[in-house]
C-alpha cells in the first residue's frame, strides 16, 4: 500500500517587520548617543568611598588641572551663547556670529578673554591643540573666573528659570590654595554648596 505524500509547507517567515524595528532602534541610539568630551585639564581627581551621582544636566563644573590651570563648563548651548556675549560686552571683546555658534559648542575651555578670539579662530579640529593657559583666577570678586561663573548663572536663570548645581573637580596633586580660591570665588557669590568630583575608591579586602 503507497505511502500518504504529506505536503511541505513553507518555512519562510516575513522579516520586514523585524528589520523595520532593529533600524528604528539603531537610529534612536545614534541620535541620542553623546560623544565623550576630552577633558583639556587632565585632572586626575582624587579617590574617595562616598558614592554621590552628580546630575548629568544643568552643572557648572571647575576643574582645576595640573600647575594650577582652571577650566569652566556648563551645560546648556543657549547659555553658553548668551554668557559669552556677556563676557564680551565686559572684555570689550566683539564676537562674530561664527565664534559664537563655536563657542556654544564647546563644552570645556580654559583660555583668557585676551586669547579667546584667537582660540575661536581655529578651526573645530584644531581647538585641541590649542595651549590654554586657564581661566585667570583671584580672590576678588571681580576675576574673570568670577565674572564667568556669575554670567552663565544669570543666563541660566535667565533661560530656564534655575539655577546650576556647581562641581569642582581639582586634580589631586594641586595644593589646596589653588581650590581654595575657587571656594572663596563661589562664596563671594553666595554659593556654599557645591560637590567634589572623585573617583570612587575600592573596597578593602577582607
Given at each position: 500500500m503507497p505511502r500518504v505524500k504529506v505536503a511541505r509547507k513553507s518555512t519562510a517567515i516575513d522579516m520586514?517587520?523585524?528589520?523595520?524595528?532593529?533600524?528604528?532602534?539603531?537610529t534612536f541610539f545614534i541620535l541620542?548617543?553623546?560623544?565623550?568630551?576630552?577633558?583639556p585639564s587632565k585632572a586626575e581627581v582624587p579617590a574617595s568611598s562616598k558614592e554621590v551621582t552628580?546630575?548629568?544636566?544643568?552643572?557648572?563644573?571647575?576643574?582645576?588641572?595640573?600647575?594650577?590651570?582652571?577650566?569652566?563648563?556648563?551645560?546648556g548651548n543657549d547659555v553658553r551663547t548668551e554668557t559669552l556675549k556677556a563676557m564680551g560686552e565686559k572684555y570689550?571683546?566683539?564676537?562674530?556670529?561664527?565664534?559664537?555658534?563655536k563657542f556654544a559648542n564647546t563644552e570645556i575651555f580654559g583660555v583668557p578673554m585676551n586669547q579667546m578670539k584667537q582660540f575661536l579662530s581655529l578651526p573645530s579640529g584644531e581647538l585641541k591643540s590649542f595651549d590654554q593657559k586657564g581661566i585667570p583666577a583671584d580672590t576678588t570678586n571681580n576675576?574673570?573666573?568670577?565674572?564667568w561663573i556669575l554670567n552663565a548663572r544669570k543666563a541660566d536663570r535667565g533661560l530656564h528659570g534655575k539655577d546650576y548645581n556647581i562641581a569642582?573637580?581639582?586634580?589631586r596633586n594641586e595644593k589646596y590654595p589653588a581650590v581654595s580660591t575657587v571656594i572663596n570665588?563661589?562664596?563671594q557669590q553666595k554659593l556654599f554648596k557645591?560637590?567634589?568630583?572623585t573617583t570612587l575608591r575600592a573596597a578593602p579586602k577582607k
Amino acid at each position: 500500500m503507497p505511502r500518504v505524500k504529506v505536503a511541505r509547507k513553507s518555512t519562510a517567515i516575513d522579516m520586514t517587520a523585524m528589520c523595520d524595528v532593529a533600524f528604528l532602534l539603531l537610529t534612536f541610539f545614534i541620535l541620542t548617543a553623546k560623544p565623550k568630551v576630552e577633558d583639556p585639564s587632565k585632572a586626575e581627581v582624587p579617590a574617595s568611598s562616598k558614592e554621590v551621582t552628580i546630575p548629568e544636566d544643568n552643572v557648572l563644573m571647575i576643574s582645576i588641572g595640573q600647575q594650577n590651570k582652571i577650566f569652566l563648563s556648563f551645560s546648556g548651548n543657549d547659555v553658553r551663547t548668551e554668557t559669552l556675549k556677556a563676557m564680551g560686552e565686559k572684555y570689550n571683546v566683539p564676537f562674530t556670529p561664527a565664534e559664537i555658534n563655536k563657542f556654544a559648542n564647546t563644552e570645556i575651555f580654559g583660555v583668557p578673554m585676551n586669547q579667546m578670539k584667537q582660540f575661536l579662530s581655529l578651526p573645530s579640529g584644531e581647538l585641541k591643540s590649542f595651549d590654554q593657559k586657564g581661566i585667570p583666577a583671584d580672590t576678588t570678586n571681580n576675576s574673570e573666573l568670577s565674572n564667568w561663573i556669575l554670567n552663565a548663572r544669570k543666563a541660566d536663570r535667565g533661560l530656564h528659570g534655575k539655577d546650576y548645581n556647581i562641581a569642582i573637580k581639582g586634580d589631586r596633586n594641586e595644593k589646596y590654595p589653588a581650590v581654595s580660591t575657587v571656594i572663596n570665588i563661589l562664596g563671594q557669590q553666595k554659593l556654599f554648596k557645591f560637590d567634589l568630583i572623585t573617583t570612587l575608591r575600592a573596597a578593602p579586602k577582607k
